[in-house]
Every structure is written in C-alpha cells, then in structure tokens.
C-alpha cells in the first residue's frame, strides 16, 4: 500500500508561485506507476490538475493549468511535486496527491477513478 504525505502550499498573491511536494513510501520508486495531484475547492467536485506515469509517458495538465504548472516525479526520493506558477484566485483549493497502488497503463492515469492512495491535503490559498 502507497502511503503519501504532501507538503508545502500556503497562501500567496495572484500571480505568484507555490510548490507542493508529496512524499511516497512503497513502490512508486518503480516504473509504469500512476501519480498526480488533484483539487477540490469548497461546494466543488475534485478534479484533476496533473498526472504522470513514474518513468514514462507524458505528463497530462488540465487545460486550466497548462503552462502555469509543472508536475514532477523523483524517482530516487519518491518524491512528486507541482511547481504553480502565475497563480489565481481560481487556483484556491485543497490539493491532494494521489498514486495507484500498482502499475497501470498509461491512459489510465487520466481516469481519477484509476487512483487508489491518496494523502490528507494540503491547502493553497491565492488572494486577488
């Protein structure tokens, strides 16, 4: 079991920059992994802001995101994080990581449902 924990976040103003980083024990050290984070603002369904295959593929953005935010993966540490820059009101939300559990194709990893683990949260706040 993919056991995750996310740091970082805060609060900044428009047009500045946060990174969230989530720590992940277990396998995603190996390939063909699915990892990614996630949002969900208050009153709001969770949807997804980016996602990657550990080792390989591409990764994927929500149209909302693209060219503001980069996703990345360590496969030394573990580590995934989302560097957000040019933030918005908009982009206020809980932000969660999630990983599967196992390896998983890699159009899977656009498919919220295909994710297992998940860590606690962590929040950004951008004022206007």
């Known amino acids: 079991q993919v056991q995750l924990a996310e740091t970082g976040g805060g609060s900044v103003q428009a047009g500045g920059s946060l990174r969230v980083s989530c720590a992940a024990s277990?396998?995603?050290?190996?390939?063909?992994?699915?990892m990614g984070w996630f949002r969900q603002a208050p009153g709001k369904e969770r949807e997804g802001v980016a996602v990657?295959?550990?080792?390989?593929?591409?990764?994927v953005y929500a149209d909302s995101v693209k060219g503001r935010f980069t996703i990345s993966h360590d496969r030394a540490t573990g580590i995934m994080s989302l560097q957000m820059d040019n933030l918005t009101a908009e982009d206020t939300s809980m932000y969660y990581c999630a990983a599967t559990n196992g390896r998983a194709r890699y159009f899977s990893c656009t498919l919220q449902t295909t994710f297992t683990s998940w860590g606690q949260g962590t929040q950004v706040t951008v004022s206007s």
């Open positions: 990657l295959q550990t080792g390989a593929g591409y990764p």
């Open positions: 277990g396998y995603v050290y190996s390939n063909y992994y699915c």
